[in-house]
């Protein structure tokens, strides 16, 4: 922001780098539908560059790009059920696809013209297109001279790193193209390292053959993923979102929850839950679900630092839940190599606790606080929600049941989904897509899909000189020896890491290094590896939250009007319990639900919840009346006991959760008489 403006709020009383956005009752309730206005689309651009696109003027280049968007929608998606090329051939044509799109809708810099395409970035385009012809006109000679390149392979090779690096760079930032850059620095010149990290050296030609003519660099798994998993649930959410399901969500959370006490939160939580497992987009879930349930909350009684602290915490756990989950999900079921409906199973419990421990401190903020919920008559009727767009869930089962119980694949899935729900949404005149709909939600599907490739695309450069340096045995190595083999200090070591490099990097590369690097070194202290992915999954999400570059908190403050960094911290204290849920699953794989019977799965999740309940009443010090600091600490060590699996610390955090709610029902009813 610059300094002007800061000057300006002061002056208004705000603090520096808040950006308020005032809204009508009419903005609310168009919000709510899913419509934002001018501003909100503003601030989205703002702190997500990924949203930071052109609006082309030129008429005859518009409607290329739409037509280009609907044709890349179409070949994902009629190769995802008939079978794709060469395995090489396709994931060529995917990245080039994604550059070409990129460089047409992600302009040079904030300079830039924002409304027409460059002439630079037509010769960027006829590079990217280069590339896959060379790829599908010399398929047999470039697999056959792998490690062996010639002059037009190593052209080509340096061709696609630079290509991909600024595309990234355009989309994401400086951090991810200039991390890939340090990699491509250790692999050149690693031989003049000391000690473990010094490896064997290799020459620009060896690196960029392993990025462009195999399946471990650029082209490798977290493309492959891109191009199919990613591609097809990013157009589910998008035809979802045609459909009208969005604002479902919302009137569903709103007729639910509306009317109990603190209902604005409950519902922001519901809503921006809901649209968070179809929605990978932290920032854009915030500022959609936001836009209405940040300024109810606020009418209620929360401040505004706690409301939009609501709204970035919920937003950001949309990606931990199932069905969909974020795209990381799909690449760890591949580096994994397991079935995503795996990974759903595993994820469920987690991911339900973490929404627990926001409601139940929502419900406690509010008894707190002594707020109520919103007039019965101001909230939609839940029955006529459900009969109006109930059909829209009808969607949602199918793609459960295709995943979980049908032994079909997940691109099938998909694919059957995505044509369940257009159809399904015909049943009704006010859900209906018209053939406009349709193809409007194929181009949003692509277009969306651009950034998540590209960083797909740029950490496979990562990725490659790790395999090729062994780079990441040698940290695994490290952060085992950093944390003297105590795996308590190993977690902690991994979750600085992730959160240091969520930070600059997008989610989903941030995870695929952690994975990449850190995960393996909890495996070699015993750790289950679904246990170890899901633990840098975690932290790799949250890094949403905490500041100081907290995206999510940020975008909610701008709707808000409160403080961003204040915002990032009660965003912290809100989700304190997702931050210990990774370390609760890791300790306690029951909770993952691995080699547990259903008994034992009960007892360790029941032990779990109340462990939460206990976490939410000593954060916010209050459960039936105001505690006191030590028995809030008291009530923290017996939700710590309570989280382990162990039998004899399950009964003294039982003892203790007793110890807490007589007597807060004792000081609870000694105020209520005093009071009488």
Known sequence: MDPKDDDILKKKGKSPGSIEIEMSDEDISRAREGVLTKEQHELIEKLDKEASVRTLVNPVINKFFYAACIVVSMYHF????????????????????????GFIMYPFGKKSNYKRVSPADWILIALSVIVPLYVWIDYTGIISRAGRPNTPDLIIATMLVVLVLEASRRMAGWALPILSLIFIAYGLFGRNLPGMFGHRGYTWQQLSNHFFANTEGIYGSSVSVAASYIFLFILFGAVMSKSGMGSFFNDIAMALAGHTKGGPAKVSVIASGLLGSIN??????????????????????????????????????????????????????????????????????????????????VQLRAGKKGLVGLPREQLPNPWAVMKDKGHLLIPITVLI??????????????????????????????TRMSVKDVLDALAEGAKATVPVAMACACVGIIVGVTSKTGFGLTMANAIIALGNKNLLFTLVFTMITCMILGMGVPSIPAYIITATIAAPALSKLGIPPIAAHMFAFYFAMFANLTPPVALAAFA??????????????????????????????????????????????????????????????????????????????????????????????????????????????FQAQKRLTSAT
């Open 78 to 101: 009629i190769t995802s059920y008939f079978g794709t090329p060469v395995v090489h051939k396709h994931r060529s044509l995917h990245v080039a696809m994604m550059l070409i799109l």
């Open 280 to 361: 990978g987009s932290a920032v854009a879930n915030v500022v959609t679900t936001g836009a209405f349930t940040i300024p109810l909350m606020k009418k209620t009684g929360y401040s505004k630092e706690f409301a939009g602290a609501v709204e970035a915490t919920a937003s950001v756990g949309g990606q931990l839940l199932p069905p969909v989950m974020g795209a990381a999900a799909f690449i760890m079921a591949e580096i994994l190599s397991v079935k995503y409906s795996v990974i759903i199973v595993h994820a469920a419990i987690p991911a339900l606790i973490y929404y627990l421990g926001i409601i139940i401190q």
């Open 401 to 430: 049941y295709f995943l979980l119980f049908s032994g079909r694949t997940v691109i099938y899935s998909a694919v059957i989904t995505i044509i369940a729900t257009i159809v399904i949404s015909c049943l009704r005149k006010s």
């Open 556 to 665: 909610a403050a701008g709707l808000s009007g409160g403080d961003p960094m204040k915002t990032g911290f009660a965003a912290v204290k809100l989700a304190i319990a997702g931050f210990i849920v990774p370390y609760m699953f890791v300790f306690s794989p029951q909770l993952l639900l691995i080699d547990t019977g259903f008994l034992e799965g009960i007892r360790v999740t029941v032990g779990a919840c109340v462990g939460v309940f206990m976490i939410a009443a000593a954060v916010e010090g209050y459960l039936f009346t105001t505690i006191n600091p030590l028995l809030r600490i008291i009530s923290f060590v017996g939700a710590m006991c309570l989280i382990d699996s162990g039998l004899y610390s399950d009964i003294i955090g039982a003892v203790i959760l007793v110890m807490l709610i007589v007597l807060q029902r």
